[in-house]
T-cell receptor, first 117, second 113 residues
Framework: DAGVIQSPRHEVTEMGQEVTLRCKPISGHNSLFWYRQTMMRGLELLIY????????DSGMPEDRFSAKMPNASFSTLKIQPSEPRDSAVYFC???????????????FGSGTRLTVV | GDSVTQMEGPVTLSEEAFLTINCTYTATGYPSLFWYVQYPGEGLQLLLK?????DKGSNKGFEATYRKETTSFHLEKGSVQVSDSAVYFCALSWNNAGNMLTFGGGTRLMVKP
């Protein structure tokens, strides 16, 4: 398996533009997570999905952020309009939930470094 | 709620020194415990885990023992290398928390030759 695949690896955009980040989880995993990492705030959970259904989006900072998972092999995180304070590294992770137990942790992608100028 | 507390970094060591990164947790019951490592420019990678009290997780020379009595999961390595320079995250999964991992704030390790 190629692991969790994120694209693009780097994105530079102008303030006000729409940004779409993409994630392909590991085949067979049934949970998907979006995180944001900055020096100031560390690692923040934005939203997670179980079986393609959003379970908790309380970490999404504001309405400018939205996430979708149309099928088990693809998810997007969209920022519209983008602002300089959105600059961060965005990680996608997937895991296999078996019952109520998480024995194997998460597998993370390599991240998308977003710079909004 | 559940929480994980790690020692603040950066931790700076010379090559071949002994490493300890402290991690304590607050949780009801018996969570599973994890250590993740993040190398520069990469995502987090699972380093080791322990799923019950007194379990010892180990990988790549790193070890951590699940201590229920002290609610700790300290990461240790007997002899660090420059290539171990990274950020280390302690995390827990509470089995009734719907597949969630709670991460600590991370500890940066810098190993000098």
């Amino acid at each position: 398996d190629a692991g969790v695949i994120q694209s693009p690896r780097h994105e530079v955009t102008e303030m006000g533009q729409e940004v779409t980040l993409r994630c392909k989880p590991i085949s067979g995993h049934n949970s998907l997570f979006w995180y944001r990492q900055t020096m100031m705030r560390g690692l923040e959970l934005l939203i997670y999905f179980n079986n393609n259904v959003p379970i908790d989006d309380s970490g999404m900072p504001e309405d400018r952020f939205s996430a979708k998972m149309p099928n088990a092999s693809f998810s997007t995180l969209k920022i519209q309009p983008s602002e300089p304070r959105d600059s961060a590294v965005y990680f996608c992770a997937s895991s296999l939930r078996q019952g109520s137990v998480l024995n194997y942790g998460y597998t993370f992608g390599s991240g998308t470094r977003l710079t909004v100028v | 709620g559940d929480s994980v507390t790690q020692m603040e970094g950066p931790v700076t060591l010379s090559e071949e020194a002994f490493l300890t990164i402290n991690c304590t947790y607050t949780a009801t019951g018996y969570p599973s415990l994890f250590w993740y490592v993040q190398y520069p420019g990469e995502g987090l990678q699972l380093l080791l885990k322990a799923t019950k009290a007194d379990d010892k997780g180990s990988n790549k020379g790193f070890e951590a023992t699940y201590r229920k009595e002290t609610t700790s999961f300290h990461l240790e390595k007997g002899s660090v290398q420059v290539s171990d320079s990274a950020v280390y995250f302690c995390a827990l999964s509470w089995n009734n928390a719907g597949n969630m991992l709670t991460f600590g704030g991370g500890t940066r390790l810098m190993v000098k030759p």
